[in-house]
């Protein structure tokens, strides 16, 4: 059975910092693309970040360059998002998703998806 668990969202102040992890079971996580998506309050979903099988391939959404880093331990089934100088456009529910080929255009048709976390930036 597949799993994907998202963990570590809460409330951050403006500035702030959270990191994101993902907890993957029951398929062969090193050979998925993997990604972090996002959905705001009374909005679709947006494409936050992609991470290739290896690692060494990252590409992020222009709203998080330069903010956000994406990372695996294939070793531990496991993905991050590190989420810096947090803004309040960055309040969403965050999904962590699978898939077997590089997609980052809606309507994320994606293998996997998990339940999903939320971040909630504030002051």
């Known amino acids: 059975q597949v799993q994907l668990v998202e963990s570590g969202g809460g409330l951050v102040q403006p500035g702030g910092s959270l990191r994101l992890s993902c907890a993957a079971s029951g398929f062969t996580f090193s050979s998925y693309w993997m990604y972090w998506v996002r959905q705001a309050p009374g909005k679709g979903l947006e494409w936050v970040s992609a991470?290739?099988?290896?690692?060494?391939?990252?590409y992020y959404a222009d709203s998080v360059k330069g903010r956000y880093t994406i990372s695996r331990d294939n070793a531990k089934n496991t993905l991050y998002l590190q989420m810096n100088s947090l803004k309040s456009e960055d309040t969403a529910v965050y999904y962590c998703a699978g898939s077997s080929w590089y997609l980052v255009s809606p309507p994320y048709e994606y293998d996997y998806w998990g339940q999903g976390t939320q971040v909630t930036v504030s002051s």
């Open positions: 991470i290739n099988t290896g690692g060494g391939s990252r």
